[in-house]
T-cell receptor, first 117, second 109 residues
Framework: DGGITQSPKYLFRKEGQNVTLSCEQN?????MYWYRQDPGQGLRLIYY???????QKGDIAEGYSVSREKKESFPLTVTSAQKNPTAFYLC????????????????FGDGTRLSIL | KNEVEQSPQNLTAQEGEFITINCSYS?????LHWLQQHPGGGIVSLFM???GKKKHGRLIATINIQEKHSSLHITASHPRDSAVYIC???????????FGQGTRLTINP
C-alpha cells in the first residue's frame, strides 16, 4: 500500500542538539510539506517542496532546515536554534498541479512527537 | 486577515445522532479541505471542495461560497467517528493552507 512513513514516532532532544525527523513517501507525489502542531492551535507550515532539489520556507521556518535530494524523501532537521521545539510534527505530500498545487488533497503521515530532555 | 474559525471546539453526542461541525473563513478561497485526526495523531483527508456538496458514506461536506461557510455532517454517528475534525482553506492568492483549530468530537455508545 502506498503511503507516508514518518520516523521515529517519539523523539527526545537534548539542549544544543540537532535532531532529524524522517519522512518517506511511495505515492510518487512531487509536493511534500512539514507542519508543526501545538496544543490548541491549527497546523502551521514549516517548509514545503514542490520538486526535487527545491524547497520554500513556510510561516515558521526559523530554527528548522530541510533537504529534498530524492523525490521520496523530505527530512526535517530541528536545529539548536529552535528554542521551543516541543511539538507534534506532521509530514504530508500531494500531487503537484502547476499554479493550483495547494488545491490537491494532502496525504499525511502519523507524525513524530518531539520533546526536550 | 486570513482566518479560519471552527465551531464548536468540543462536541459530545450519543451514538446514532446527526452531527454538524462548522467552519467559517474571512475572505475568498479557492479550496476548502476537511481532515480527520485520529487519537494517535495521524491525519486523513476527508474532502476537498470549492463549491456545492460532497458525500462519502455517512459523511457529507457542504460549502456556501457567498456566506464563506462550510459544514461537515455525520449521519448515524458511531463511537469510531470520535476524532478531531479540521477545516483548512487556501485563500485566493495564497501559497499555503490555513488550518482551523479543530473540533474534538466524542461519540458515546
Amino acid at each position: 500500500d502506498g503511503g507516508i512513513t514518518q520516523s521515529p514516532k517519539y523523539l527526545f532532544r537534548k539542549e544544543g542538539q540537532n535532531v532529524t525527523l524522517s519522512c518517506e513517501q511511495n505515492l510518487n507525489h512531487d509536493a511534500m510539506y512539514w507542519y508543526r502542531q501545538d496544543p490548541g492551535q491549527g497546523l502551521r507550515l514549516i517548509y514545503y517542496s514542490q520538486i526535487v532539489n527545491d524547497f520554500q520556507k513556510g510561516d515558521i521556518a526559523e530554527g528548522y532546515s530541510v533537504s529534498r535530494e530524492k523525490k521520496e524523501s523530505f527530512p526535517l532537521t530541528v536545529t539548536s536554534a529552535q528554542k521551543n521545539p516541543t511539538a507534534f510534527y506532521l509530514c504530508a505530500s500531494s500531487l503537484r498541479s502547476v499554479g493550483e498545487w495547494f488545491n490537491q488533497p494532502q496525504h499525511f503521515g502519523d507524525g513524530t512527537r518531539l520533546s526536550i530532555l | 486577515k486570513n482566518e479560519v474559525e471552527q465551531s464548536p471546539q468540543n462536541l459530545t453526542a450519543q451514538e446514532g445522532e446527526f452531527i454538524t461541525i462548522n467552519c467559517s473563513y474571512s475572505v475568498g478561497i479557492s479550496a476548502l479541505h476537511w481532515l480527520q485526526q485520529h487519537p494517535g495523531g495521524g491525519i486523513v483527508s476527508l474532502f476537498m471542495l470549492s463549491s456545492g456538496k460532497k458525500k462519502h458514506g455517512r459523511l457529507i461536506a457542504t460549502i456556501n461560497i457567498q456566506e464563506k461557510h462550510s459544514s461537515l455532517h455525520i449521519t448515524a454517528s458511531h463511537p469510531r467517528d470520535s476524532a478531531v475534525y479540521i477545516c483548512a482553506v487556501r485563500f485566493w492568492g495564497a501559497q499555503k493552507l490555513v488550518f482551523g483549530q479543530g473540533t474534538r468530537l466524542t461519540i458515546n455508545p
